[in-house]
């Protein structure tokens, strides 16, 4: 142990450089606690490759338990067991959340040198009344400068449904033609954030956007870092989301006076962009509720679901994308 606490105390005196170079060197570091611990614990093979998928699954809705040291086993503890608290000691370490900064800092870099994207964008809300939306599933194309959105519901809510947003045009509103039975009306315009908005929504439509997720996610993060109490959090790596290679970070807070709104976050983050493509957030059950089953708590308290899938980094998008006029758009018909 006398050698984790001087790897320890030399990570906290090396200033980390930014960017890249930064995430690398948070990498490295959890790999060098994981074989430290292990050095420490084992003479026999190395850890296994990870968890299986029941016991990712489990991982993902659980409560987070304390880690435990080897100091803290008992002497009749097996070699599996004592692997997987040694693999949660390392992956619940400060460096873990560091990580989960530097990966977030890292994919927003990424996306803002990026013109333009397209992505299948899928979306579930509970509004500030309680309710909780359908699960919604919707083309997206996403110019960055100036902020250009186009969104068309291909699955839940109001299929059909088209929506531009263009910074600077249309009195800075959205245009909205709506799907279903009511696609024969006109397009209408609407304010991203007002009432009619808001009224399905729990942001605007402008916090769209991995770019918009990673600074969002990046506000709680980095003041998680600075929380000295009452939160708790796990890396989860080599998942996969969507087919995507990810790392999955588990943040929870022990009580309201922590995090008045979230309760737990779940973030997958694809390992080869360090984008969040799936996030999910979880608040405060109601007062009396049960709260025994974790899968049920999470069920009745989930607040935001977001996933992007079907990426399209390398190609550009063209004016006529965010064109109203686009024949293959209805806003005219």
Known sequence: MQHLVRVWRLR???????????????????????????????????????????????????????????????????????????????????????????????????MQKLPDYAATFTRQERLEGGDLLDMQTMEMKLRHAPLSIYLKWVEGGEEGRELLFIDGQNDNRMLVKLGGGKKLLPAVKVDPEGSLAMSEARHPVTSVGLLQLCDKMLVYRRRDLQTRSGLRWQLLPDQRFDNQPCHCFVVEYESREVEPLYRKSIAWINTDLSVPVCLKTYGWPAEGAATDNPQDLDNATLLEHYAYTNLQLETRLSDADFDKGNAEYRFRR
């Open 12 to 110: 906290r005196h090396v200033r980390l450089p930014q960017g890249e170079a930064r995430f690398n060197v948070l990498a490295a570091s959890v790999c060098l606690l994981a074989a430290v611990f292990l050095a420490l614990s084992f003479h026999s093979r190395p850890a296994g490759a990870g968890l299986n998928n029941a016991a990712r699954a489990a991982a993902s809705t659980a409560p987070l338990a304390v880690a435990q040291t080897s100091s803290d086993l008992p002497a009749n503890v097996s070699a599996d067991e004592l692997k997987k608290r040694v693999q949660g000691a390392v992956h619940s370490s400060r460096i873990a959340l560091e990580l989960h900064v530097s990966m977030l800092e890292l994919g927003r870099q990424r």
